[in-house]
């Protein structure tokens, strides 16, 4: 059912060119929390989340931005 679901929805991802660079952001914030707590920083557990959130949402917002873009391009053209 899973593989179902990630196949049934390639095309749809394939439409957000940011996503690839959220992800690898995520995975940044993430390590260098990770890092943190490796050298016995306190940070706070919500913090990874919330950024993580935050970095979803602006590649998100980016993405759908430059959606609407070609979709107003194209209807020019």
Request: charged residues 15%; aromatic residues 16%.
């Amino acid at each position: 059912m899973v593989r179902q679901f990630t196949i049934g929805n390639i095309t749809r991802i394939k439409n957000y060119i940011y996503l690839k660079n959220c992800a690898m952001y995520s995975i940044l914030c993430l390590g260098t929390v990770m890092t943190f707590h490796a050298f016995h920083f306190h940070i706070p557990d919500y913090v990874s989340p919330v950024i993580t959130i935050l970095v979803i949402g602006y590649f998100m917002y980016k993405s759908w931005n430059k959606i609407k873009e070609d979709k107003a391009l194209s209807v020019i053209s």
